[in-house]
């Protein structure tokens, strides 16, 4: 299957390329400058070649398409683009592959607590303080942990979009641990939240599972501040129209990088200012006033952004 994303960026850098057999596409080389596209460039994620290239001319030739862009001393807003689609360059075994991926022994809904569970009305009263309500619990499965590796944690779920367990978040509600979150060590490369997400709604892209059950509606957690190729792709091969990014003030760079890419896709993006609060923060009222009145990114207020940081 042709990565779409990472074609149109090798596009916008090389010029248009030929599609050719076996997932390969050819370009005129820059640096033998054939009058014939004698560089191909292998652009099918699912082949075992994915990303290498290779010019018939003059035989230069490479493994990752990182090492083509750094050859070619591409721009550098290119290729922290394609870093932000294909990452290092090897192939990642996502969660979705996983079948045994389970939460921890020690998990216990807080949906069915009862007076006795001391540890438990801990965790609830943690969560309250976050803004989580009891609906919030019940719709995601939010538990808690009594013992074992997550011991005092509250442990976020998320499924994917046929209700299977995908990834999960714990925190800590006990406040003299040193240890105030851990998550398991699996690929992030998913899609957080999938089974709650309408993909022809407008989207909230946010950083963390606290700020996506802040906004409520139609909210993807990117559990950080960058955006996974899976979700990536899901974003622009979809009929979502709208998508609002609303990430820290530090991760503004992220932001203008990822709203760029999704402005060139023929998204409506909209960029949210968070004057130094989180969604879970401001809370559900505040937050939606805020993207109310929040206007469209347009290219020249993509440039001029870009310059605020430089």
Request: proline letters at 4%; one cysteine or more.
């Amino acid at each position: 299957m042709i990565n779409q994303l990472v074609a149109n960026l090798v596009n916008s850098v090389l010029g248009h390329g030929k599609p050719t057999a076996r997932g390969n596409q050819a370009h005129t080389c820059p640096f033998c400058h054939h009058h014939k596209p004698k560089l191909e460039i292998n652009l099918d994620e699912n082949a075992t070649h994915y990303q290498k290239w290779h010019c018939w001319a003059c035989d230069k030739k490479g493994s990752r398409l990182l090492s083509l862009f750094k050859a070619i001393d591409a721009p550098l807003d290119k290729i922290e683009e394609l870093k932000s689609l294909v990452g290092s360059g090897f192939r990642i075994i996502t969660q979705e592959l996983k079948t045994d991926l389970k939460l921890p022994d020690e998990f216990k809904p807080l949906s069915e607590i009862t007076e006795r569970d001391i540890v438990g009305r801990h965790a609830l009263a943690y969560l309250k303080k976050r803004g989580v309500s009891k609906h919030d619990i019940l719709k995601y499965n939010i538990g808690y942990c009594e013992g074992g590796a997550f011991d005092k944690m509250v442990v976020i779920p998320s499924y994917n979009n046929e209700g299977k367990l995908n990834y999960y978040v714990a925190r800590n509600f006990n406040p003299n641990s040193k240890v105030k979150y851990k998550n398991p060590a699996l690929s992030k490369n998913i899609i957080p939240f999938e089974l709650y997400i309408n993909w022809s709604s407008p989207l909230v892209l946010c950083e963390g599972m606290f700020d996506a059950m802040a906004i409520k509606r139609n909210a993807i957690p990117l559990l950080g501040k960058h955006i996974q190729d899976s979700l990536m792709k899901k974003i622009v091969t979809s009929t979502v129209k709208q998508v609002y990014i609303a990430l820290d003030k530090d991760a503004m760079k992220d932001a203008l990088r990822f709203a760029e890419l999704l402005i060139n896709e023929g998204k409506e993006v909209y960029l949210v200012d968070l004057d130094e609060k989180d969604p879970s923060e401001m809370g559900f009222t505040h937050f939606t006033n805020l993207i109310q009145n929040t206007q469209s990114l347009t290219q020249y207020g993509l440039m001029a952004k870009k310059l605020q940081l430089v």
